[in-house]
Structures are given as structure tokens and as C-alpha cells.
């Protein structure tokens, strides 16, 4: 027993924090940390904003909450017509939500309904990548692909085909094109072997995240899978959780590549750490069906509230007004330049991949053979906890399914200044030798 009553948290040996400013936290000690991982990957704006405290504040004077069925109301509006217009118009219509896993739950549920609504109630079943994470709630985790996550609810969660991504670091294949053309004949022919018509939608992340060390899949796999998903008449559902809202340097990842879904949800940094805002946009025709069949079968009460919606907007006008697109591809440059620097020191670090100001550094027993370390031996959290020695916060991670293999992800907010990234480099520098030193 310990005297704290939170049972999720690592508990008592984790710094209490005092304050932030930047990028930049302090625990209650004094000791700073520059925050190389955004939170969770979703402080996007850094810390301590007084425009957005501004904005919420303003909109915590008006009015903080009103239900969805009493009133419209007008951040709602603003933020739906916003979002839209970031994805070009490519998607007309948008559902509010409050985290990552409620939009991935809100778009698997919109497209299980639209299926049945277009006379195809047959389609019952997700296809989505291992590894791959979408989200902790019984839907979202019916997707994941990742074992530890999954291994308690297997009975209860309606699983997914789970398909091999491209892995441009560990294939054996003649070239990276004859690599991604293999592997989407082996999604397809799994997609065959489970019957086409009973798929209802193909989920993935344009860029990996968390689960897979900031994997790429390119633009020729994420082509072919928007072909195959026309082929077998599934749905394309893009989680953006966590790239969307210009993690990658694009407003959402999918514009790197061209490749427009029918279902895109995001979350993490449209509340940027201020207040927990998700979203799912659709196609207005797929909208329509279902609306016109009996209505949205979901909701949750907070979504789509006035103060969550305020919020949202600063945050995509902070954006707008500080050319953070700009900066996250300038800073990108930047921060890939110096990861590539320092992985050449080190024999240990397998590959740097990544876009934007979301990078990941996978860790390897043998550069040779790309093995990777045992999993017991958890390099990953030895260098995170290094890092955070030196004070920097880094993302850790250990790849469970799949490519087995340690990796961090390296992914500051997205205002960073070209001399934080000099120190983050510094810093994270130092953790790298001494995890060197600690290795020999
Ligand atoms: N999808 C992706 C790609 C994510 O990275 C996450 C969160 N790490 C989620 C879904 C779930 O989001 P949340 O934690 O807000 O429920």
C-alpha cells in the first residue's frame, strides 16, 4: 500500500510537477525538463499559452457547457467548419468527441452503421495493422495490434484481421518498392481468405505512432491500400490521432501522400494538453445514409461542448498565426539532422525514421543482424530514464508484435525554437553515452 490514491500512475517515485512554460516543466524540486515528447504527444503548442488560456477563459465567462440536444452552440460550428476546411473539403461533416479512442470507437461504430444503411449488413468485420495501436476502449482495442494490450479482453473485443505493414528497415525484398507490392498482395490475399464482402473498413495510421517507433508507410502502400479498399468496397478510416494538427508538418499526415480516407479521426493535439477534444470527420454521403437511416447510434456528454470547441480553435488559430506547419518541417530538418549526427556514434541505434517533428530511433542488439535487444532487458526505459536524468523527456516504447525491437520517439512541441533543439540534442546526447557507457 502506498498513501496515494491513484492506481494508475507509476506512483511515488515519479518528480511532482510544479509548473510549465514552453517547452519546458518543472518538477516541485526545481529540476527542468525540456519536453522532447510533447506529453503525450499532444502539447503540440507547448506549455503555459496565454492565448488559449485566454480564449477558454473568455469562453469559460460565456457559457462552459451546454448539452447537444438542448442547444447549438457556436464554437461547435466554428471548430466543425474549421476542421473541414483543414482537410481541403475533402471531408464535409464532423462528430465531437473528448479523447483518441472515443473517435476511433465513433468511426468504426458511423461505419458499421453505414454498411448497414446501404443494404450490406454482411460487412461485420475491421482490418488493421500489427503492430498498431488505436486506443484502450473494447472497439479501439478490437483493432490494435498489439498483444500485451489485447491479451486480457481477447473474449470480450470484436478483433479485427490483422494484417503486416511495410517495415522499410528489417525486409529482405529486393527494393522498397518490391517490398511494399509483396506486402499488399499478402494484405489482399488475407483480405480474400476472410471474404471481401464481409469487411466493413480498413483502419491505419498514415504514420506510424507509438506502437511502431514513428514507422513510415510511404506513399506507394498507403496508394495501394486506398486501391484495395475500393477493390474490396470497404471503407479507408485514417486515425490521426496522433499525427493530425500538423505533428508531421501537414495539417493531418494523409496530405503528404494524397491518399484521402472516407473516416479520419483525431484527438491528441487539437486540445493540444488544454482541454480533451477529439474529433471524426466523414464523408458528407456516408453522413447522410446514416443519419437518414435511424440516426448516430452514439454520443458521449461532454463532447462537443462550448469550452472544448473554444479550445480547439485557439489552438488551430495559434497554428494558423505562428506558421507552425513551417516550423514543424524547418525544426524537423533540424532535429533528423542531429538524431542522424548522434546515431552514428552508436552501433546500438538500428534506425532513425520519421517526418515532421515526429521521429522515432529504434534500439538493436546487432546492427548487423537488426536483432533486437532481449525483451527483459527494457533499453528502452533505461534510455528514457537516462534522458530524464539529463532533463528531457523522451517517449518510450518497446514493440511487442511484429517487428519485436526497443525504440523512443523524439517529438517536441510543435513551436520548438532552433535552440531548444540544440539543447534537446545536448541533452538527449549525453543520455545516449551514458547509455553507451552503461552498455559496455
Ligand atoms: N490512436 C492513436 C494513433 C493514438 O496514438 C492514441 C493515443 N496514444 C489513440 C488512438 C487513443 O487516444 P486516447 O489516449 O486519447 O484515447
Given amino acids: 500500500m502506498t498513501d496515494s490514491p491513484l492506481f494508475y500512475q507509476a506512483g511515488p517515485t515519479l518528480p511532482e510537477v510544479s509548473h510549465a512554460d514552453g517547452v519546458t516543466l518543472w518538477d516541485t524540486r526545481g529540476k527542468a525538463y525540456l519536453d522532447g515528447c510533447s506529453g503525450a504527444i499532444s502539447c503540440n503548442l507547448g506549455h503555459g499559452r496565454q492565448d488559449i488560456r485566454n480564449a477558454m477563459l473568455a469562453q469559460l465567462d460565456r457559457v462552459a457547457f451546454t448539452y447537444r440536444t438542448q442547444f447549438e452552440n457556436a464554437p461547435a460550428l466554428a471548430l466543425g467548419r474549421a476542421l473541414v476546411e483543414l482537410t481541403d473539403g475533402a471531408l464535409e461533416k464532423v462528430f465531437f468527441v473528448c479523447s483518441g479512442s472515443e473517435a476511433v470507437e465513433s468511426a468504426l461504430k458511423l461505419a458499421r452503421q453505414y454498411v448497414v444503411a446501404t443494404d450490406e449488413p454482411q460487412r461485420r468485420r475491421f ?26 479482453f481477447t473474449e470480450l473485443t470484436h478483433a479485427s484481421l490483422k494484417v503486416a505493414g511495410p517495415d522499410f528497415y528489417r525486409h529482405q525484398d529486393a527494393d522498397d518498392d518490391a517490398h511494399v507490392d509483396r506486402v499488399l498482395a499478402e494484405t489482399r490475399t488475407a483480405i480474400e481468405a476472410a471474404g471481401p464482402e464481409s469487411i466493413i473498413a480498413f483502419i491505419l495510421e498514415p504514420v506510424g505512432g507509438a506502437s511502431t517507433g514513428a514507422r513510415l508507410l510511404g506513399e506507394r502502400y498507403l496508394k495501394g491500400i486506398r486501391a484495395l479498399c475500393d477493390d474490396v468496397g470497404c471503407l479507408l478510416i485514417l486515425d490521426e490521432v496522433l499525427t493530425g494538427l500538423g505533428r508531421t508538418g501537414t495539417w493531418f499526415a494523409w496530405q503528404h501522400y494524397g491518399v484521402i480516407p472516407d473516416l479520419l479521426v483525431t484527438a491528441k493535439g487539437l486540445g493540444a494538453g488544454y482541454y480533451p477534444v477529439g474529433a471524426l470527420l466523414a464523408r458528407d454521403d456516408i453522413v447522410s445514409k446514416v443519419m437518414a437511416n435511424g440516426g448516430f447510434q452514439h454520443g458521449h456528454t461532454y463532447a462537443g461542448n462550448p469550452l472544448a470547441c473554444a479550445t480547439g480553435l485557439a489552438v488551430i488559430e495559434a497554428i494558423r498565426r505562428e506558421r507552425l506547419l513551417d516550423n514543424t518541417r524547418a525544426r524537423g530538418e533540424q532535429l533528423e539532422a542531429g538524431l542522424r549526427t548522434l546515431a552514428e556514434r552508436y552501433p546500438w541505434v538500428g534506425h ?47 514493440t511487442l508484435d511484429g517487428v519485436a525491437g526497443d525504440h523512443f520517439l523524439v517529438t517536441p512541441p510543435l513551436t520548438i525554437r532552433a535552440q531548444e533543439v540544440g539543447t534537446l540534442l545536448e541533452r538527449l546526447g549525453r543520455a545516449m553515452a551514458r547509455f553507451d557507457q552503461a552498455l559496455a
Fill in 127 to 152: 482490418v488493421s495493422l500489427r503492430p498498431s495501436y488505436h486506443g484502450s476502449t473494447l472497439g479501439a482495442l478490437g483493432v490494435t495490434g498489439y498483444h500485451p494490450l489485447e491479451a486480457p
Fill in 352 to 398: 532513425v525514421r520519421g517526418l515532421g517533428l515526429l521521429w522515432g530511433v529504434e534500439l538493436v542488439a546487432d546492427p548487423a543482424t537488426r536483432q533486437p535487444f532481449p525483451a527483459g532487458q527494457n533499453r528502452f526505459a533505461q534510455i528514457t530514464a537516462l534522458a530524464k536524468e539529463e532533463g528531457l523527456l523522451i517517449y518510450p516504447r518497446r
